[in-house]
């Protein structure tokens, strides 16, 4: 490890910013402290040890809610890269010939380790990617956890999964992981990839790095062996040479579309497996029939959840029209109530936005709304001084060309359309070069399937959004990529099965 000087306070807390029309809640903050010691710099973690990079460059990940740095880390080069892929193959040949049993105590051990430490964990997410503290502990560590569990579940019953008698690994998975969810993308790739008897070279985003590195920790700490998991940190340069290293065998990917493509382009010609997990413009669909609470409800969850830094957010809302006045004063009132502040307080609803990068983002795209002519709307509340940070935003008078309705924001902005009939929805909710999620709200349950099937959508919800389970299969069509994570479905695109032994 580079340098080995511990923190003893992460930082001070940010002030909550204040809302209209909200009960006056007393500061519930958790205690920075509880996310253990965090290193003031990290190298990668390669063949079950840290060690320094082959390079002098570092890289700063900071806290997006005050803006202090919290650690410096590695800029991965091409033969760090090499050095964990040597690393991983030499790793396989162990791991991959263990019984299905014997994998999948290691998988149980994980999981345990990671509810037995999820306070520590959630604290640190928080702070490294600013999201809300009640959804990291809520949502993020359960979600972690559960993955392990249930892929260690699989790891013995690999002949019955459907895919063959004798399903093989491939080999060496290079896993490539974005910043909205750090801790959970990392349990969707690193837990089916471990039980299906693959070895993992992992580079987690460069805001976001803490976790990864802290999830190092937890795989010694379950005596997994040497290898089977190595991080390596850095940029998208990290990123292109371990997708682009001649020894994997599996890439998977989440994040943007552009990068995406782009390996896609890397990937052609070879025999390397690939998928894809990129990104959306979901439309979250009202009919007048609907219950309005519970989809104000869910149409709140859907895109202000994580500051709206979700692939699957229901950034479109399609209303029916005889509905629409009412249903937009219903969630003016309810976005009115949404505290935006400190990640850390337990009473925040809306954290900071990630980076600088991704707020001056955000902000062009709403300028662009509003030059296009869409009106815009964002209740009162005063942001803290510090750090990177978002009203909760709607537009109303949106049309399907504006850029706002087209292109993907990744930010806690809203764009309101309306339909009149159940196949206009359906046409306009499918008008999208994107194909990932979509939701739909009513009380017919004949109307739902007969919605489902025609929405172009990987994953539809009904009466809810945003509901995700390690059981379920999640991934998309078109532009949102190909291959699924989750399931029994997230077990092929790491399974050899196309050349199985009868």
Same mark, same amino acid.
């Given at each position: 490890?580079?340098?080995?000087?511990?923190?003893?306070?992460?930082?001070?807390?940010?002030?909550?910013?204040?809302?209209?029309?909200?009960?006056?809640?007393?500061?519930?903050?958790?205690?920075?402290?509880?996310?253990?010691?965090?290193?003031?710099?990290?190298?990668?973690?390669?063949?079950?040890?840290?060690?320094?990079?082959?390079?002098?460059?570092?890289?700063?990940?900071?806290?997006?809610?005050?803006?202090?740095?919290?650690?410096?880390?590695?800029?991965?080069?091409?033969?760090?890269?090499?050095?964990?892929?040597?690393?991983?193959?030499?790793?396989?040949?162990?791991?991959?010939?263990?019984?299905?049993?014997?994998?999948?105590?290691?998988?149980?051990?994980?999981?345990?380790?990671?509810?037995?430490?999820?306070?520590?964990?959630?604290?640190?997410? +928080?702070?490294?990617? #600013?999201?809300?503290?009640?959804?990291?502990?809520?949502? /993020?560590? %359960? !979600?972690?956890? @559960?993955?392990?569990?249930?892929?260690?579940?699989?790891?013995?019953?690999?002949?019955?999964?459907?895919?063959?008698?004798?399903?093989?690994?491939?080999?060496?998975?290079?896993?490539?992981?974005?910043?909205?969810?750090?801790?959970?993308?990392?349990?969707?790739?690193?837990?089916?990839?471990?039980?299906?008897?693959?070895?993992?070279?992992?580079?987690?985003?460069?805001?976001?790095?803490?976790?990864?590195?802290?999830?190092?920790?937890?795989?010694?700490?379950?005596?997994?062996?040497?290898?089977?998991?190595?991080?390596?940190?850095?940029?998208?340069?990290?990123?292109?040479?371990?997708?682009?290293?001649?020894?994997?065998?599996?890439?998977?990917?989440?994040?943007?579309?552009?990068?995406?493509?782009?390996?896609?382009?890397?990937?052609?010609?070879?025999?390397?497996?690939? +998928?894809?997990?990129? #990104?959306?413009?979901?439309?979250?669909?009202?009919?007048? /029939?609907? %219950? !309005?609470?519970? @989809?104000?409800?869910?149409?709140?969850?859907?895109?202000?959840?994580?500051?709206?830094?979700?692939?699957?957010?229901?950034?479109?809302?399609?209303?029916?029209?005889?509905?629409?006045?009412?249903?937009?004063?219903?969630?003016?009132?309810?976005?009115?109530?949404?505290?935006?502040?400190?990640?850390?307080?337990?009473?925040?609803?809306?954290?900071?936005?990630?980076?600088?990068?991704?707020?001056?983002?955000?902000?062009?795209?709403?300028?662009?709304?509003?030059?296009?002519?869409?009106?815009?709307?964002?209740?009162?509340?005063?942001?803290?001084?510090?750090?990177?940070?978002?009203?909760?935003?709607?537009?109303?008078?949106?049309?399907?060309?504006?850029?706002?309705?087209?292109?993907?924001?990744?930010?806690?902005?809203?764009?309101?359309?309306?339909?009149?009939?159940?196949?206009?929805?359906?046409?306009?909710?499918?008008?999208?070069?994107?194909?990932?999620?979509?939701?739909?709200?009513?009380?017919?349950?004949?109307?739902?399937?007969?919605?489902?099937?025609?929405?172009?959508?990987?994953?539809?919800?009904?009466?809810?959004?945003?509901?995700?389970?390690?059981?379920?299969?999640?991934?998309?069509?078109?532009?949102?990529?190909?291959?699924?994570?989750?399931?029994?479905?997230?077990?092929?695109?790491?399974?050899?099965?196309?050349?199985?032994?009868?």
């Amino acid at each position: 490890m580079a340098k080995t000087n511990k923190k003893t306070e992460a930082e001070q807390p940010v002030q909550p910013a204040k809302a209209s029309g909200l009960f006056e809640y007393a500061p519930a903050p958790e205690s920075p402290a509880a996310a253990g010691e965090i290193a003031t710099s990290y190298g990668h973690f390669i063949g079950g040890r840290f060690v320094d990079s082959s390079g002098s460059e570092a890289l700063k990940t900071v806290n997006p809610a005050t803006e202090q740095v919290l650690a410096e880390f590695a800029q991965g080069t091409e033969e760090d890269v090499d050095r964990a892929v040597q690393a991983a193959r030499k790793a396989f040949a162990d791991w991959s010939s263990l019984p299905g049993s014997e994998r999948a105590k290691y998988l149980f051990r994980i999981a345990r380790i990671v509810q037995e430490r999820s306070r520590e964990l959630a604290v640190l997410e +928080s702070i490294d990617n #600013g999201k809300p503290i009640r959804e990291t502990r809520d949502v /993020d560590l %359960p !979600l972690v956890a @559960a993955h392990f569990f249930y892929y260690a579940g699989w790891a013995d019953k690999l002949d019955f999964a459907g895919f063959g008698p004798n399903p093989r690994p491939l080999g060496v998975a290079a896993q490539v992981i974005p910043w909205n969810f750090p801790l959970l993308m990392l349990a969707w790739k690193v837990a089916p990839a471990l039980a299906t008897g693959n070895t993992v070279v992992l580079k987690p985003a460069e805001t976001t790095p803490l976790t990864a590195l802290r999830f190092a920790e937890i795989c010694r700490q379950a005596g997994l062996p040497d290898g089977v998991v190595n991080i390596v940190t850095g940029d998208g340069r990290t990123g292109a040479a371990l997708t682009a290293h001649p020894d994997v065998n599996k890439v998977a990917f989440t994040g943007s579309t552009p990068v995406g493509r782009s390996i896609a382009k890397q990937l052609a010609g070879t025999r390397k497996k690939l +998928s894809l997990e990129l #990104g959306g413009k979901a439309a979250n669909i009202v009919f007048d /029939d609907a %219950p !309005l609470d519970q @989809a104000v409800e869910g149409i709140v969850n859907g895109i202000f959840f994580n500051q709206g830094h979700v692939c699957c957010a229901g950034s479109r809302l399609l209303v029916q029209e005889s509905v629409q006045d009412e249903l937009l004063d219903a969630l003016k009132r309810r976005m009115g109530t949404l505290r935006v502040g400190d990640p850390l307080d337990k009473n925040t609803d809306i954290g900071a936005i990630n980076s600088a990068a991704q707020l001056a983002r955000i902000t062009e795209l709403a300028a662009a709304g509003e030059q296009e002519g869409a009106e815009r709307w964002a209740p009162e509340c005063e942001l803290p001084g510090a750090g990177y940070w978002f009203r909760p935003t709607l537009f109303t008078g949106v049309s399907q060309a504006h850029r706002i309705a087209r292109e993907e924001i990744f930010g806690p902005v809203l764009s309101v359309l309306t339909f009149r009939t159940p196949a206009e929805a359906v046409e306009k909710a499918n008008n999208t070069p994107y194909g990932l999620s979509a939701g739909i709200w009513t009380e017919k349950g004949s109307r739902i399937l007969w919605m489902a099937n025609r929405l172009r959508a990987g994953v539809v919800w009904a009466n809810t959004f945003n509901k995700f389970d390690p059981t379920s299969p999640f991934g998309g069509y078109k532009e949102s990529g190909y291959g699924r994570e989750g399931g029994r479905h997230g077990l092929e695109p790491y399974l050899n099965v196309e050349a199985l032994d009868v």
